[in-house]
């Protein structure tokens, strides 16, 4: 069964410890989720900032009538670099997202890449075409464009942050 890849960049104009101070609270997830993918946390004990070995429980229903119960665990953090989550129990036969941040003047520089199957072999692979890789781009299209809301566009120089 393939393995999907998907990896964004984006330049945030605000310092490091700002990044990583929102991005390493797993409560704000939900702030940078689309409402129609309809994410609720379950877990009600979270820390302010995520550790090695956290779980995170999730509902997700990311279409009608399907709403799928999802655990990552935290597997990785490297304070103020990395941090890498992983799917124990969801929807995918492989979820692992790494969070990269990188200090660049002016601001950071993060890094999304998110390794994925899809589950159901082929019929998970035809879905994959169909819909899912397409929800997953639209997902961080959506965390873009809300991070630039939430901390300011990176300035245009000439060159695609993106």
Request: proline content about 7%; charged content about 30%; hydrophobic content about 40%.
């Amino acid at each position: 069964m393939a393995e999907h890849l998907i990896k964004r960049v984006q330049k945030i104009p605000v310092p490091i410890d700002k990044v990583w101070d929102f991005f390493s609270d797993p409560r704000n997830l939900q702030a940078i989720t689309p409402g129609d993918v309809h994410f609720k946390i379950l877990t009600t004990d979270l820390p302010a900032e995520m550790r090695q070995g956290q779980l995170i429980d999730y509902y997700i229903k990311p279409f009608a009538g399907f709403r799928f119960f999802w655990r990552t665990e935290i597997t990785y953090v490297r304070k103020k670099e990395y941090f890498e989550d992983v799917q124990l129990k969801g929807p995918y036969k492989l979820w692992r997202h790494e969070h990269f941040f990188k200090e660049i003047p002016g601001g950071v520089e993060m890094t999304d890449v998110v390794h994925y199957k899809a589950p159901l072999g082929i019929l998970g692979q035809m879905a994959n075409a169909i819909y899912l890789r397409n929800k997953l781009r639209k997902i961080f299209e959506y965390r873009f464009l809300k991070v630039e809301s939430l901390f300011g566009k990176w300035p245009v120089t000439g060159e695609n942050p993106k």
